[in-house]
């Protein structure tokens, strides 16, 4: 056998192939972190500004980019989860498990900073929910999973330090409760709309196609649907070459998305201070509460470096962008989430590169390699 690297922690190990030993030396140098930072940023940046060109000046059919947006959202992404999640080995799901109850502090944590933040600053009815909702609920699909997937793209040996594709499985996992809390209880805050929880916004597209991939990952389908001579092969890659094309259309439509937002009345004020409230929380408040985390306990938690890269992730994301679906087919409260979604990108586009810096500056989070021979 060849020799391997191996990153540990107590109860978790990433193996690295030997031929990546200066990789995990070389990146101790933080001024090493900075080209992989820069190329992620890039990527997101060019995708992104894609889809906003086309939307703001591109001539066509009006229903083309909400069409684009359906066939993300309902097909493209849940297919992706699915195959990342039916192929796993059993071990790897076990290790999944943190991130159902990490969705609910991360939706409990920014709703309780939301309101008292908003509260301290007079805001109350409506306007308390609309910023309580959109400084409760961040991008917890697209842009986490876009950035593993830039980094794996671009940085391979970075992406395997982190994981390799165990991220991806682990943003699916978080999904399970964040997307139906988001398009029920976000949507209720939000807009009262029907003024009460529908059982089928509980069953969000993303559920589902993480729902069924697990329950093919722990059931005698899987090694039918991995097997090379069986026919049920051919479907399992038909659908792993459309997961391959849904972060390319995710960046285009997310930019395309924003690009849409509009305003009908001219800003007041009170809508300013909102908005900046709202990124306070989203890209300051909690990210700067997962770094003390980490300091005094998630360090020390024998947590591997992919679900620290998940739990990083999450909890540095602007609002959904979904909240502008939600506030256009209700009708309500556009403008406040219009103006407050633009605000929050513009600065996650600043903030973004130096969180990406000091979580990977982080003590343990790039540990040492040990070479190992056998």
């Known amino acids: 056998m060849g020799s391997t690297i ?50 703001r000046l591109a001539k066509w059919p009006e229903g083309f980019f909400p069409a684009l947006s359906r066939l993300v959202v309902t097909i493209a992404l849940p297919v992706y989860l699915f195959v990342t999640t039916a192929r796993t080995s059993r071990n790897e799901l076990s290790s999944s498990g943190i991130f159902p109850a990490a969705a609910v502090v991360l939706i409990i944590v920014p709703l309780a900073l939301s309101f008292g933040l908003l509260r301290l600053l007079r805001f109350r009815g409506s306007d308390l929910r609309v910023g309580a909702a959109l400084g409760g609920f961040g991008n917890a699909g697209y842009l986490p999973l876009a950035v593993i997937e830039i980094v794996q793209l671009t940085e391979p040996p970075l992406a395997r330090l982190l994981g390799g594709s165990l991220p991806s499985l682990y943003v699916g996992a978080f999904l399970l409760v964040y997307s139906p809390t988001l398009w029920s209880a976000g949507n209720l805050l939000l807009t009262r709309s029907g003024e009460r929880i529908r059982l089928r916004e509980l069953v969000t597209p993303p559920f589902i196609g993480v729902a069924v991939g697990f329950l093919v990952a722990i059931s005698p389908l899987q090694p039918l649907m991995l097997n090379e001579k069986l026919p049920l092969y051919a479907v399992y890659r038909a659908l792993d070459l459309l997961g391959d094309v849904t972060f390319p259309l995710v960046l285009i439509t997310l930019g395309a998305m924003i690009g849409t937002l ?24 909690l990210p700067g509460l997962f770094f003390a985390l980490y300091a005094v306990f998630l360090r020390y938690a024998h947590l591997a470096p992919a679900q620290l890269w998940v739990l990083f992730l999450e909890a540095t994301v602007p609002p959904a962008t979904n909240f502008s679906v939600m506030a256009g087919n209700a009708t309500r409260n556009e403008d406040q989430t219009a103006f407050t979604l633009l605000v929050a990108y513009a600065l996650y586009l600043v903030a973004l590169p130096l969180l990406l810096f000091a979580f990977l500056s982080l003590p343990g989070i790039l540990p040492p390699a040990t070479l190992r021979s056998g």
């Open 6 to 55: 191996a990153l540990s922690r107590k109860g978790a190990r990433s193996i690295i192939p030997a031929s990546l030993p200066h990789i995990a030396k070389e990146l101790e140098d933080p001024v090493s972190l900075v080209p992989p930072v820069l190329s992620t940023i890039v990527e997101l940046l060019i995708l992104g500004a894609v889809g906003f060109l086309l939307r």
């Open 262 to 285: 509009r305003f009908r009345e001219r800003i007041r004020p009170r809508v300013v201070v909102m908005a900046f409230a709202v990124a306070a929380v989203r890209l300051i408040a």
